[in-house]
């Protein structure tokens, strides 16, 4: 079973499991593996389980309400707000606005089919509108009893402590991996400051490092939203994956050294993961995946001890180009 750790009052396990690309963003999904990696990650210890509402207009809370619905004293339910979507699922804004929170809420809880939400983030802070005053409608949805913590993503280090003040805040959920480190300058101190855990989201780069060229090819058909990232793209993803080959050595290391879970291979994901571990114990990365294969391996890191010098060397890496897509999201 997977070791615990804490975001704010709530007790989770190291690893959590983000589930947009169950039914959202990753091209054509598979349901019933799906539905069978969600069963196998709680069976694995797994606790932590995030969605949120933009995840297909809705969809992907409609998608796990069966499952959480069965196993909900088992689960850390988490789920977010605040993107506005177009009819096809697209964000084209956000909408923090504090007459909008309590409709938010509800409408998770009514898809999820639940009586209250564990962890219920504020997905973008709106810079239209005052973090305190999100945050504090939010904190009302808490006294009326249909949250039990709170949490924002992709905040500055300003609106943490700010939106702290209001209420406390349990986590923080940035991206970040060995190639997106945007949180260490100022966030995750802030984060630390107010007693918040970090919870990263694409810890593996969303993809990339998994080192898997097959599956990195594949997203790059079709709709996967990925073909709209630079740092997929072109000249850089060569690049990157370069660096990706070095992450690969590192297990490669591992395994020829038998220090994988019980001495099994090493994989890069692994290894990535594990350097997110290793962080701090306030750390609890939530990989993405949709099938089982991927989440046994995920889970695989929860074990692997990477020596000062690997998470040094991992340390030094630096992606090339952006890790957002290129839009730019209008107000509301």
């Known amino acids: 079973m997977l070791p615990t750790r804490s975001l704010g009052d709530l007790r989770v396990s190291a690893l959590g499991l983000g589930c947009m690309g169950m039914s959202h963003a990753y091209g054509t999904p598979d349901l019933d593996e799906s539905r069978a990696t969600l069963n196998a990650a709680l069976d694995a210890g797994v606790t932590l389980f995030d969605t949120a509402d933009m995840y297909g207009n809705g969809v992907n809370e409609e998608f796990l309400a069966p499952f959480v619905q069965a196993h909900r004293d088992r689960i850390v339910l988490a789920t977010k707000f605040g993107f506005v979507n177009d009819e096809n699922a697209r964000p084209v804004g956000l909408d923090g606005r504090p007459e909008r929170v309590a409709g938010c809420v509800d409408g998770s809880l009514r898809r999820l089919g639940v009586d209250v939400i564990d962890l219920y983030y504020l997905h973008r802070v709106d810079p239209q509108v005052p973090v305190e005053e999100t945050v504090g409608a939010m904190a009302e949805q808490v006294a009326a009893g249909k949250i039990r913590a709170l949490g924002l993503s992709e905040a500055s280090a300003e609106d943490i402590r700010k939106a702290a003040a209001v209420h406390p805040i349990a986590a923080l959920q940035s991206e970040f991996s060995i190639f997106t480190r945007d949180v260490e300058d100022g966030p995750l101190q802030a984060a630390r400051e107010v007693g918040a855990g970090l919870v990263p989201f694409s810890p593996l780069g969303r993809g990339l490092l998994t080192a898997d060229r097959a599956a990195i090819a594949a997203a790059l058909q079709g709709d996967d939203f990925r073909t709209t990232i630079p740092r997929w793209q072109g000249e850089n993803l060569e690049a990157n ?75 030094e890496l630096s992606a090339v180009g952006s890790r957002l897509p290129q839009r730019t999201l209008q107000q509301r």
């Open 241 to 315: 994956l370069r660096l990706v080959d070095r992450i690969d050595a590192i297990a490669a290391d591992l395994t020829a050294a038998g220090a994988g879970p019980d001495g099994t291979t090493v994989t890069a994901a692994q290894v990535a993961l594990a350097w997110v571990l290793a962080q701090g114990d306030d750390v609890v990365p939530i990989p993405g995946t949709t099938r089982r294969k991927h989440l046994a391996d995920n889970l695989g890191a929860a074990d692997l001890v990477l020596s000062a010098a690997q998470l040094a060397g991992l340390t």
